[in-house]
T-cell receptor, first 111, second 116 residues
Framework: SQKIEQNSEALNIQEGKTATLTCNYT??????LQWYRQDPGRGPVFLLL?????KEKRKERLKVTFDTTLKQSLFHITASQPADSATYLC??????????FGKGTRLSVIA | SAVISQKPSRDICQRGTSLTIQCQVD?????MFWYRQQPGQSLTLIAT?????????ESGFVIDKFPISRPNLTFSTLTVSNMSPEDSSIYLC?????????????FGPGTRLTVL
């Protein structure tokens, strides 16, 4: 069956370091992969989308990679700040199918 | 950017009753989606609501339990019927915005439902 796994439920990191979150999938051929941020008591907020023919995408301090051979996406936050503390969700779609979300990784950036 | 609001923001309900959740967008959108997020779980799509047609439900969700209305391009409701404690969850609506990157979704703040 199709499965999306985000590598850990929680990740603690020191301020200023690079946070790296992992999203692995099985039995999927995604057309694109997305990353969202969710703060407590709020709906998810779209961050980045990367398509199957793209290897890397950047937006300010964020970088996403997509390896369809490894079936993996890495999400990096450079120069992390306490304000980056949140839950980060990855989501996949095959293009003509609904988005399927992972459970998320709760990131805590410690000052 | 588009504003997506939901009412109520939270509610505590008794077993066997029904609750209708409203989702309002300040611009016209074609696709609206309803999700459930149970504690510690990922977002699960309940149904896609298109204006002028019946909602499309995902496996495990049925219209009798989760009736949806979509009377126009800015509004939708989701009803959680004959509730049980297992329905306690956060319910979220989302939309696709035509002036944004295709295939991305924008979410409302959610409705936190507790069923006693």
């Amino acid at each position: 069956s199709q499965k999306i796994e985000q590598n850990s439920e929680a990740l603690n990191i020191q301020e200023g370091k690079t946070a790296t979150l992992t999203c692995n999938y099985t039995n999927y051929s995604p057309a694109y992969l997305q990353w969202y941020r969710q703060d407590p008591g709020r709906g998810p907020v779209f961050l980045l989308l990367i398509r199957e023919n793209e290897k890397e995408k950047r937006k300010e301090r964020l970088k996403v990679t997509f390896d369809t051979t490894l079936k993996q996406s890495l999400f990096h936050i450079t120069a992390s700040q306490p304000a980056d503390s949140a839950t980060y969700l990855c989501a996949l779609s095959s293009g003509n199918t609904p988005l399927v979300f992972g459970k998320g990784t709760r990131l805590s950036v410690i000052a | 950017s588009a504003v997506i609001s939901q009412k109520p923001s939270r509610d505590i309900c008794q077993r066997g009753t029904s609750l209708t959740i409203q989702c309002q967008v300040d611009s016209q959108v074609t696709m609206m989606f309803w999700y459930r997020q149970q504690p510690g779980q990922s977002l699960t799509l309940i149904a896609t609501a298109n204006q002028g047609s019946e909602a499309t439900y995902e496996s495990g969700f049925v219209i009798d339990k989760f009736p949806i209305s979509r009377p126009n391009l800015t509004f939708s409701t989701l009803t959680v019927s004959n509730m049980s404690p297992e329905d306690s969850s956060i319910y979220l609506c989302s939309v696709e915005l035509t002036d944004r990157e295709p295939d991305t979704q924008y979410f409302g703040p959610g409705t936190r439902l507790t069923v006693l």
